[in-house]
């Protein structure tokens, strides 16, 4: 066999590969896709060693084969699909002894494998081999450089190869997690995608059935006796609820279709929480609250699509309603704050611990847990509610006390003309 192990190396390698290295270390580390990691490789190790090309075989942890990834005389990428077995080749040699090889003639040595040489018409001769490693050093692959140019490989060639290899292992090892990490984000929008798609089909198909049923509920208590109007009144409150909770999920279209969609126009704010209180809350005079509203004498104009940010509001006073028990006090409160205008609503409700203010906003957050809730709900309104007031570069937060209520601010910019 005509293997020549290397001995400890020396300090050989010049100043001017010295250099080279050290830019072309630069170089990989500011190259995060990994074929072009490859590619620069393979043609830096061929340039280094004076060869005439250079390949790179990686490691594939679950086949435990090495696969050529890049081969510089190889340029279509036919080597690509031939696996080279750990055992029996110099390739999987060199990896498994962990060690760099000198193959001065490859057809003295039987664990040649011709078919590599025929697949892409390139006469191999000889072969400088060396392991790489990535940051754990770990043997991850092989580098190899074919054929010296003029004379033969030497000592010094396989020391900047040894060099070259570890530079490039942990570059392309992290350029790979690099890359997995973004195709796992793209798989988790596209997921994200379905699920929204999702609730904004099912929840368009779930309304028209439940007018139907509304209207008919409706039409029947007008007919019926005091026995059966009591029966269709809990239908009615049913029916509600459901509604409720199908217009979240409806709300959630303002968000997807985003800032583009907006119909912007110039509004008195006071005019927006005039609507909010227009007509009595059902429920807040069941429970014989008491809603006030206070606002400045001035108007407070705001350039904002008037639906989406009535639905941000609304979902702020529903939730105070919600949470504040019998006879409690909710305080809708608009003012200027410099270049501002702040919405707050107050209750006087069970309150919000101070490690969950700022998850409640996201979606399908809710503080009680899910199977021991007392609150109807999604846990979609306030994540509905920030992504519409930042969408008009405004800001929504809250402040509670537990036990005592909560106040939830929205602020948006002011409008300035021209
Ligand atoms: P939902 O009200 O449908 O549960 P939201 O996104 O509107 O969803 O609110 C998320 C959670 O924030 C609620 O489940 C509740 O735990 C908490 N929360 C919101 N508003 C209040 C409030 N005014 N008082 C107390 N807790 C609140």
Redesign the pocket.
């Known amino acids: 066999m005509s293997t020549q192990p290397l001995t400890p190396p020396a300090p050989t390698i010049d100043a001017p590969r010295l250099a080279r290295l050290v830019e072309i270390s630069r170089v990989l580390n500011s190259t995060t896709s990994v074929d072009g990691l490859l590619h620069y490789i393979i043609k830096q190790a061929a340039a280094l060693t004076d060869s005439e090309a250079a390949s790179i075989l990686l490691l594939d942890p679950h086949t435990r084969q090495l696969y050529f990834k890049a081969a510089s005389n190889s340029p279509d990428n036919s080597l690509t699909h031939i696996p080279i077995p750990l055992d029996n080749s110099i390739a999987g040699s060199i990896l498994q002894e962990n060690r760099p090889m000198l193959i001065a003639d490859v057809t003295r040595d039987p664990r040649w494998n011709p078919d590599v040489s025929q697949a892409i018409n390139f006469q191999t001769k000889c072969i400088l081999g060396v392991p790489m490693h990535d940051a754990d050093r770990q043997a991850m692959g092989v580098l190899e450089a074919l054929n010296k140019q003029h004379g033969r490989f030497t000592r010094q060639d396989a020391e900047t190869l040894t060099i070259l290899a570890d530079i490039a292992g942990v570059a392309i090892a992290r350029a790979q997690l690099a890359e997995a990490l973004q195709q796992a984000y793209r798989e988790l929008n596209e997921l994200d995608q379905v699920k929204t798609d999702f609730i904004a089909v099912a929840s368009h198909e779930l309304r028209t059935p439940l007018s139907v049923i509304m209207g008919y509920v409706s039409f029947l208590r007008e007919e019926a006796d005091p026995d059966m109007a009591g029966q269709l009144d809990t239908v009615m409150d049913a029916a509600v609820h459901l509604r409720n909770l199908i217009q979240?999920m409806l709300n959630l279209r303002y968000v997807d279709a985003g800032e583009s969609m907006l119909d912007l126009q110039a509004w008195d704010l006071r005019e927006v929480v005039a609507e909010l209180t227009a007509v009595p809350d059902e429920t807040a005079v069941s429970r014989r609250q008491t809603i006030t509203s206070h606002h400045p004498p001035d108007p407070i104009i705001v350039r904002i699509d008037h639906d989406v940010i009535l639905t941000a509001f609304t979902?702020?006073l529903?939730?105070?309603i919600?949470?504040?028990p019998e006879g409690g006090q909710i305080d809708l409160r608009l003012e200027q704050r410099g270049h501002e205008a702040w919405f707050s609503?107050c209750?006087t409700?069970?309150?919000?611990p101070a490690d969950?203010l700022e998850w409640?906003?996201k979606?399908?957050?809710?503080?009680?847990p899910a199977l021991r809730?007392r609150?109807?709900?999604?846990?979609?309104?306030?994540?509905?509610?920030k992504d519409l007031v930042e969408l008009h570069n405004g800001r929504i937060w809250?402040e509670?006390t537990p036990q005592q209520?909560?106040a939830?601010t929205i602020a948006l910019p002011l409008h300035s003309e021209g």
């Open positions: 979240d979902n702020l529903d939730n105070a919600k949470f504040t609503v209750d409700g069970i309150g919000i969950k409640i906003f979606r399908f957050c809710q503080v009680e809730r609150y109807e709900g999604l846990g979609l309104g306030l994540s509905i509610a809250a509670s209520g909560s939830f």
